[in-house]
T-cell receptor
């Protein structure tokens, strides 16, 4: 019963470094999402995917890129990390846009 | 564009009190879905309920109940006889069913239940 798994769980980056966050789901879901959670801001959608090979921008896409080469994986990339990207990142997946979303445990990223 | 407003940011109650968490939404679509999620101190997000726009029937699940009113675009959540374990951040969320539908969250309400 893995559900949605995010890797890594914690990471500290220096400004300008790059990294990739991996999200894997084993529920054969079509939809996958990346959110960031900041104090007082709730969950804001970064990018999402409605199926393998597709991606779309969410509310706060700048500074991030994503790829969905395999249905079960959704990667979030930071090409040049900035302190403003310090946040908790959540991946989620759902069978359809109107069904419940299952969330990973989150990745706490600090950019110094 | 869709929007979810949770005007209450923090609520503190004493155990056994009833508490209502408000959620107001905006969407142009006639078909949409509303959700509530709970985020306990451990950090994971837990699904609580989904309601579609054609079903205005209120729902009760144990100590939890939800009041969906299309006339006021609200989907409020009430916890009866609150317990310390109810302490969490609660998010209301909305998705429509258009071509670019996506799950949009409110900013969340931090509920603290004191013994």
């Amino acid at each position: 019963n893995a559900g949605v798994t995010q890797t890594p769980k914690f990471r500290v980056l220096k400004t300008g470094q790059s990294m990739t966050l991996l999200c894997a789901q084993d529920m054969n879901h079509e939809y996958m999402y990346w959110y960031r959670q900041d104090p007082g801001m709730g969950l804001r959608l970064i990018h999402y995917s409605v199926g393998e090979g597709t991606t779309a921008k969410g509310e706060v896409p700048d500074g991030y890129n994503v790829s969905r080469l395999k249905k079960q994986n959704f990667l979030l990339g930071l090409e040049s990390a900035a302190p403003s990207q310090t946040s908790v990142y959540f991946c989620a997946s759902s069978w359809a846009d109107y069904t419940e979303a299952f969330f990973g445990q989150g990745t706490r990223l600090t950019v110094v | 564009a869709q929007k979810v407003t949770q005007a209450q940011t923090e609520i503190s109650v004493v155990e056994k009190e009833d508490v209502t968490l408000d959620c107001v939404y905006e969407t142009r679509d006639t078909t949409y879905y509303l959700f509530w999620y709970k985020q306990p101190p451990s950090g994971e997000l837990v699904f609580l309920i989904r309601r579609n726009s054609f079903d205005e029937q209120n729902e009760i699940s144990g100590r939890y109940s939800w009041n969906f009113q299309k006339s006021t675009s609200s989907f409020n959540f009430t916890i009866t006889a609150s317990q310390v374990v109810d302490s969490a951040v609660y998010f209301c969320a909305l998705t429509d069913t258009g071509a670019n539908s996506k799950l949009t969250f409110g900013k969340g309400i931090t509920l603290s239940v004191r013994p």
